[in-house]
């Protein structure tokens, strides 16, 4: 899920609002029994390990127009790995590429999702600037805001947003780079309403980049706090398997940057569930309420705390009811 705005952007999908993962385990260990308790927002910037292709253009050449990213078939969502004999990483290195370029098709290695292929590609010849071009309009990273749900004490590994960051077709974006996260700080809520989710909008505090990501899956965005972060600060909770209806609160920012604990009801568990959507939650707090009307896009990971222990995270906000979401199980954020 993503808006875009300078400084903001906001991640969702669609159906049940998603409200905000990348793989680097070498092996399973055993799950954390305590945890710090997260609950703050932060502001994410993505690698995504190469140029990804999000639209294309046409180019004005001597001959008249022409599209050589068209004509060689380049699909829309694609990631330009490597071009004319060049690693791609950045933007930058698209125009490296270029720059090397003498005539003729050249060779450009694409991912997409879990495939890789190869296609030749003639760059075009823009009249107006006498530089080639391969009519595309790229990104090689994305950026937003999200909420922390916990990190380890020993390996500093934190959870957060509880659902993956997705892109324009609705898949997890193919994080292949790593990422940074900033300390960020709310600035203003838009109110959720029925049929229209709420959002919050924050700032990044760019000068403060305290965790780096490496992972962006189903469960959410995961990495590694610095050493330099002191989480003497945060509360220490048990990690929580036992979640049932009843009371229960969330951990929340909705202003500035230092969490608050807002009551909420878990209506439904789903333990079947093994996705991100294994409690049904209902706001009860007023406070919440007036401030927010419900849930909104940027609480995406906000703890849920139950019989004093952590046993899960905030996911999504139901469309025509703000006052509801979905939350996912611990036990499922754990363990990347």
Known sequence: MRRFRRGLIVFLSVCALALGCFCCVTGAAAAPREVCLGGMPAGFTLGLGGAQVIGTCEILT?????????????????VIVEFNGVNIRTAEDIGKALSLYRGGSAPMVLKKGESTQQKQVTPALDAVTGRYKLGVLIRDSVAGIGTVTYIEKGSRRFGSLGHAVLGEEGAALPVLGKGNMYRCSIVNVVKGERGKAGELKGLFLNDLCVAVADKNCDAGIYG????EYDLSQLPSVPIGTDAHPGQASIYATVDGTQPREYSVSIVKV??????NKNFVLKVTDSELLEETGGIVQGMSGSPILQDGALVGAVTHVFLNDPTRGYGIAIENMLGN
């Open 62 to 78: 001597k001959d008249g127009t022409a599209c050589p990213a068209k004509e060689a078939e380049i699909a829309v969502g694609s």
């Open 224 to 227: 590694n706090f610095s050493k």
């Open 270 to 275: 789903d333990a079947s569930n093994a996705g």
